[in-house]
């Protein structure tokens, strides 16, 4: 069996470098895109099992749309999402209650940028393995 592929869509080319090198280190299988458009490209090319996704890329929050988007889209509205952001710091705002929800933000998990990387490890883990039915 080869190893999981993840899927790392975000505008910012050093934090892609980072977090790539992080997954590599457990031997995934990283691919990346810079803004959604690509990001969408890539999952129609193969799906990976795991995608992380930036909240804020462009105009603005297009990660949230974008999650909103694969998540009616049946080929990927399974397709595990590990959301990573930055918009506490850049905007000094948080989610009121649970950050999680099915319409507004329809990910399987969320940590804000500068994230340690056995914490990143762990939740791409946790991922795979509830994707798995482990």
Request: without cysteine.
């Amino acid at each position: 069996m080869s190893a999981p592929t993840i899927l790392i869509i975000d505008d910012d080319p050093d934090f892609v470098a980072v977090t790539k090198a992080i997954l590599e280190t457990k031997q995934y299988i990283v691919r990346s895109a810079y803004n959604p458009e690509e990001g969408l490209a890539e999952l129609e090319k193969e799906a990976p099992d795991a995608l992380i996704l930036d909240v804020m890329m462009g105009k603005g929050a297009e990660g949230f749309i974008f999650a909103r988007k694969l998540r009616k889209d049946a080929r990927f509205a399974k397709l595990p999402i590990l959301m990573l952001t930055s918009m506490r710091e850049q905007t000094g705002f948080d989610f009121p209650g649970e950050r999680i929800h099915e319409k507004f933000l329809p990910v399987d998990d969320y940590v804000e940028k500068g994230v340690e990387p056995q914490v990143l490890l762990d939740k791409i883990e946790q991922l795979l393995a509830k994707e798995s039915g482990d």
